[in-house]
């Protein structure tokens, strides 16, 4: 019996297992997965672009050298060359799509003609998942309302000393003058 293999677009591919999520395995990062792009600040977006740049023009000079030898039998190499290839370009568009969603971003406009903390909010929503944005939004919230509550309260009440005042006595000794306090 033939093994049996996945027919086209995954059909018969096992339920628990999805898609491959897209990487690149770059040399001061590591694995960088496109899911991640929108959480990362601009200056790692550019520097992990810039990279991905510098991988796809050694793999064009390494497909370009296996195409040129001709005593290469072995198009297993040329293969894995070129789907590298065009992983790293859907890699560098997703990250000129990330930067341009980040520059014509309409809501974010928006903030910035308002104020300073709506544009850091609009940022943070955008950039942090969304249960860590929805943490920190409420434990800023309920700080802001600590502080609003301590604004409302009465101020407390201050305690009125009704005890008679203390005297000081000095008491002659014959080396040196000592205080006592005396108290009612």
Request: charge should be negative; aromatic fraction near 2%; glycine fraction near 4%.
């Amino acid at each position: 019996m033939p093994p049996r293999r996945p027919l086209g677009n995954g059909a018969s591919m096992d339920p628990r297992q999805g898609p491959r999520p897209t990487f690149l395995t770059l040399r001061d990062h590591g694995k960088v997965y496109v899911a991640d792009l929108p959480n990362l600040s601009d200056g790692q977006l550019a520097h992990i672009a810039k990279e991905a740049e510098e991988v796809l023009t050694s793999l064009e000079r390494r497909i370009t050298d296996l195409e040129g030898d001709i005593t290469n039998k072995d198009n297993d190499t040329l293969i894995k060359a070129s789907t590298k290839h065009d992983v790293t370009l859907r890699f560098i568009r997703a990250i000129e799509g990330e930067q341009d969603h980040r520059r014509n971003n309409p809501a974010l406009k928006d903030a910035a003609t308002e104020s300073l903390p709506r544009t850091f909010l609009e940022v943070a929503r955008h950039r942090l998942p969304g249960a860590t944005f929805d943490s920190l939004l409420r434990e800023a919230l309920e700080a802001c309302a600590k502080e609003e509550d301590a604004k409302n309260s009465p101020p407390p009440e201050v305690v009125k000393d009704t005890s008679p005042p203390l005297k000081i006595v000095d008491l002659p000794s014959s080396n040196s003058t000592s205080s006592v306090l005396i108290t009612d």
